[in-house]
């Protein structure tokens, strides 16, 4: 089992940045995945951004490509998401997750298997 634990959300103005991180603990080894996410009240889950184990690959939604940054230190069980001039539409609680399975799209939810239970992310206009 893996635990993972969202801190670093709050409000911020438009056009400002907030840094996110996750903590994991447990059977960390199983984290090749890792991955962000976020909804909205009324919407469905969606993807933020996913990096691999080792960090060389990352791929993001279009709606933040440019603005945020992804990265994850396994040393520190860690990851981050790293969010510049955000918008409004950034506003959403903000999931970190992860899996073991190297294979299948980093975009569906359904393909992670730990989960954390969020930070509120508020980007005020």
């Known amino acids: 089992q893996v635990q993972l634990v969202e801190s670093g959300g709050g409000l911020v103005q438009a056009g400002g940045s907030l840094g996110l991180s996750c903590l994991a603990s447990?059977?960390?080894?199983?984290?090749?995945?890792m991955a962000w996410f976020r909804q909205a009240p009324g919407q469905e889950r969606e993807f933020v951004a996913g990096?691999?184990?080792?960090?060389?690959?990352?791929e993001y939604a279009d709606s933040v490509k440019g603005r945020f940054g992804i990265s994850r230190d396994n040393a520190k069980n860690a990851m981050y998401l790293r969010m510049n001039r955000m918008k409004p539409e950034d506003t959403a609680v903000y999931y970190c997750?992860?899996?073991?399975?190297?294979?299948?799209?980093?975009?569906?939810?359904?393909?992670?298997?730990?989960w954390g239970r969020g930070t509120q992310v508020t980007v005020s206009s």
């Open positions: 447990g059977r960390t080894a199983s984290t090749n995945i």
């Open positions: 990096i691999s184990w080792t960090g060389m690959y990352t």
């Open positions: 997750a992860a899996r073991t399975r190297r294979e299948g799209t980093w975009s569906t939810p359904n393909n992670y298997d730990y």
